[in-house]
């Protein structure tokens, strides 16, 4: 079982940066590969970004690639959702997750255990 405490999320304007972290519980956490998610109003959530156990492998949804950062510290069991040049259109509940294997995955069905969510909101 691994539980997961988003926190970070805030208002901030457009073009700014925002850290999300998520610390997990449990002594398992570098078998987890991590992702984040996030859902608009009236939206799918939708993935992210995702790390592998090692932090060696990542992937990104298209529209935050070169202003996303996702990274992990295994010995501090947080991962963290490094955000920059933030646009409006960032704006969401943001959820980490956790999936019990050590690869990415980036289906949000591929996921076991989320975390309750952290609000971002990016004005224009």
């Known amino acids: 079982q691994v539980q997961l405490v988003e926190s970070g999320g805030g208002l901030v304007q457009a073009g700014g940066s925002l850290r999300l972290s998520c610390a997990a519980s449990?002594?398992?956490?570098?078998?987890?590969?991590m992702g984040w998610f996030r859902q608009a109003p009236g939206k799918e959530r939708e993935f992210v970004a995702a790390?592998?156990?090692?932090?060696?492998?990542?992937r990104y949804q298209d529209s935050v690639k070169g202003r996303f950062t996702i990274s992990r510290d295994n010995a501090k069991n947080t991962v963290y959702l490094q955000m920059n040049s933030l646009r409006p259109e960032d704006t969401a509940i943001y959820y980490c997750?956790?999936?019990?294997?050590?690869?990415?995955?980036?289906?949000?069905?591929?996921?076991?255990?989320w975390g309750q969510g952290t609000q971002l909101t990016v004005s224009s």
């Open positions: 997750a956790a999936r019990a294997n050590l690869v990415v995955a980036t289906t949000r069905g591929d996921y076991n255990y």
């Open positions: 449990g002594r398992t956490f570098s078998r987890y590969a």
């Open positions: 790390i592998s156990w090692s932090g060696g492998t990542t």
